[in-house]
């Protein structure tokens, strides 16, 4: 019996199943802008609204344009309390809650893993996302992690998380004009 029709028929399902999948996904993220749309977008908005510009105002393709032209660092802010950007209560210590610590590592744990797989590297740890310029003392007081992100469905993926405050560009070269 000659198998190569079931082959050819299986092949050409998975082709037309699979195909407009990968083509979404894909597609979802474009090059990145360049730095000189950016600004002119960062400009624009701050002269129609006579006020400082607040990354929440920008769509997660030029959050992560501005991580490729800036230190690749992503700024995220966090809260326990899903869609209440509640801060911690401190006590006499001022470090952060046992419970808002552990919302800080699953945090860190979910960007891990989907760099490991977005980078191909499953050796991938926690001190290779971690900008080397900055001090994480504070993480410990602060409920805000800085990490260096590639991905950037991690971008759009946090933003959906109700317990995620803001995410930013840790650094965006100025100036905006």
């Avoid at 090059?31 to 950016?38: D, F, G, L, T, Y």
């Avoid at 129609?48 to 995220?76: C, E, Q, R």
């Avoid at 410990?140 to 469905?153: A, D, E, F, G, W």
Wanted: glycine share 2%; with cysteine; charged share 30%.
């Amino acid at each position: 019996m000659n198998k190569s029709p079931n082959i050819i028929f299986l092949f050409l399902i998975t082709i037309f199943f699979v195909t407009p999948c990968c083509q979404s996904i894909v597609a979802k993220y474009n090059a990145p802008m360049s730095k000189k749309e950016i600004d002119k977008f960062i400009a624009d908005w701050i002269e129609a609204n006579k006020t400082t510009f607040d990354w929440k105002y920008a769509s997660d393709d030029m959050i992560y344009s501005a991580l490729v032209h800036g230190d690749g660092t992503l700024s995220i802010g966090y809260t326990i309390y899903p869609n209440e950007p509640k801060l911690p209560d401190y006590d006499n210590s001022n470090k952060l809650p046992e419970r808002w610590i552990v919302k800080k590592e699953e945090i860190i744990q979910y960007v891990l893993e989907k760099e490991r797989k977005y980078r191909r590297k499953p050796s991938l740890n926690e001190s290779d996302l971690r900008p080397r310029h900055r001090s994480h003392k504070l993480e410990n007081h602060l409920p805000n992690i800085s990490l260096y992100v590639t991905n950037p469905s991690v971008i759009s993926e946090l933003r959906k998380d109700k317990t995620i405050r803001y995410i930013e560009p840790g650094y965006y070269p100025k100036p905006y004009k």
